[in-house]
């Protein structure tokens, strides 16, 4: 499933009750914002094998989240200096508007899930 606006909603070839929407500079503000509960942001490239991996395995991981929100770092370069992205995949953590930080884990279930838990605890601050 495609829509033709900026934030596009797809379908992942991997069975997956995670939604996942691809944000760009001008909606990724807004849109992780106005999000209710917790969204998982993911800068990727098309160049970068660990990103294509992280595209293929985080849908399909049962991950306690609500959302998957891609943004892909050659064509968002905006965001990417806002949220101080110095390497791919890098994966930021978002619960009701407020940003937690980001999540630093090898990207396996026990790991990505640990990493989530202690990004939720710190205490929130504003979206860079």
Known sequence: MNTDSECRLFDSPI?????????????????????????????TSEGCAGCRWARHQLPGMGLPID????????????????????????????RNGAFHGA????????????GLLQALARQPQELP
């Open 67 to 94: 959302r998957l929100c891609w943004i892909d770092a050659g064509r968002n370069g905006g965001a990417v200096e806002r949220y101080e992205v110095f390497h791919l995949p890098a994966l930021f953590v978002v």
């Open 15 to 43: 069975s997956s009750i995670v939604r996942e929407l691809e944000l760009t500079d001008l909606n990724v503000d807004r849109s992780l914002l106005d999000f209710p509960g917790t969204s998982l942001l993911v800068f």
């Open 103 to 114: 999540l630093q884990a090898r990207l396996t279930l026990p790991e990505v899930s640990r």
